[in-house]
């Protein structure tokens, strides 16, 4: 005969309390019928924890369910007061800020470009603000993905070198709270994982194009960051006929594409890209070199990690740029099959990936500072 499990009961009441709390972050508000059968707890255990949960302020009523046979059954949902996460997309124009819940619901959202006096950290904390003006509850920690090489300590490492974590620091300063760093693109990857097109693959390698060319990769399940935060950066690989060290595609390249055929030297790839659907014959030679690259690009990297799939994203999800891709990787299929699939969020997928993180983690500090015991004093 198996023995009842025995312990301290405030392990118990810990363990039974996240459980509630990670139900009730995934499906909302829920009845203690509801909470019984998603935590397979009884309910004495719903009741009692509930009722510590309410006293610490961490759960509150959320109406009633009508819709099942029987009395009206109260529900109970995550308190909307505890706080919320900021997810935030930096690129070279602009910074997009999202407030979330530990649900992972949006709740407000802000986008504005720099502006001339390049105060990054001021702008992002004034869109913050914004955004938290709109809402009753502190913003507790921020994931901010960022153009460039973000080394493991959280710096910054750009044209102009690393920043030796300054950007977090002075972020985290003006925002009152944590700031994680990650690159944007291993962001959109995160993204793709967990809820896009990379969900079923093992392995994969994300291309996200949009100023430039950077890569996520996955491998068995998990983003590979490299050691000093390098990994995926494939803009500068080496690529016939280009000079070593020459950019595969980045803005500074489609104009120079375009200068060789007669083209907006100005415009971006998306106007190249809308100009090839409609007909233009040299934007339709400018979006098929850039479409033979990614290709050269994705065969390098495929002789390395062998990955499942490669996820085509930003602005390498537009129809010409997929058709240009195809046709390219069709001509060395014999050489090197490769696999192509289109991102599930196409420009939008380092937000994602950082709202995805930022509820995450929210809820993880939530949890922790909800059911850690206050200290004793020592009298």
């Not at 046979?69 to 007061?81: D, E, I, K, T």
């Not at 649900?103 to 105060?119: C, I, K, L, S, Y």
């Not at 194009?209 to 996955?218: F, K, R, S, Y």
Request: aromatic share 2%; with cysteine.
């Amino acid at each position: 005969m198996s023995r009842p499990l025995a312990g301290p009961q405030s392990l118990l009441r810990t363990l039974n309390g996240r459980a509630i709390l990670e139900a009730l972050a995934r499906k909302g508000p829920q009845t203690r019928a509801e909470l019984m059968a998603a935590t397979g707890l009884s309910r004495t255990a719903v009741t009692q924890v509930l009722r510590m949960l309410d006293g610490v302020g961490a759960v509150a009523a959320a109406g009633v369910d009508r819709d099942t046979r029987g009395p009206a059954a109260a529900r109970v949902g995550l308190h909307p007061r505890l706080g919320f996460a900021a997810a935030v997309h930096v690129d070279h124009r602009a910074a997009h800020v999202v407030l979330v819940d530990a649900t992972g619901t949006v709740r407000a959202e802000q986008h504005a470009p720099f502006p001339t006096n390049d105060d990054r950290v001021g702008h992002i904390a004034a869109l913050v603000e914004g955004c938290r003006r709109a809402l009753k509850g502190p913003v507790q920690l921020a994931v901010v993905g960022v153009p460039g090489i973000v080394t493991p300590d959280g710096g910054i490492r750009d044209d102009m070198g690393p920043d030796g974590g300054a950007f977090r620091t002075a972020l985290s300063d003006a925002l009152g709270c944590p700031v994680r760093v990650e690159n944007d693109v291993n962001l959109a990857a995160l993204a793709e994982l967990t809820s896009g097109a990379g969900g079923e693959l093992a392995s994969f390698a994300l291309l996200h194009l949009d100023d430039g060319l950077g890569a996520g990769i996955v491998i068995e399940g998990t983003l590979h960051r490299g050691f000093s935060g390098v990994a995926g950066e494939v803009a500068y690989l080496p690529q016939t006929p280009l000079p070593i060290g020459a950019p595969i595609v980045n803005d500074a390249v489609v104009g120079d594409l375009a200068l060789g055929l007669g083209l907006d030297v100005d415009a971006p790839l998306v106007a190249h890209l809308e100009a090839a659907a409609g007909g233009d014959e040299a934007a339709q030679k400018l979006v098929a070199e850039v479409g033979r690259r990614l290709v050269l690009v994705a065969g390098t990297v495929g002789l390395v990690i062998d990955p499942e799939a490669f996820i085509l994203g930003g602005d390498a999800v537009h129809p010409m740029l997929i058709d240009a891709v195809a046709r390219t990787a069709a001509e060395y299929n014999a050489q090197l099959p490769l696999r192509f699939l289109v991102s599930s969020f196409g420009p939008e997928a380092p937000l994602v990936g950082a709202v995805g993180e930022a509820a995450s983690a929210l809820r993880v500090a939530l949890f922790t500072r909800i059911l850690t015991p206050p200290a004793k004093v020592s009298r």
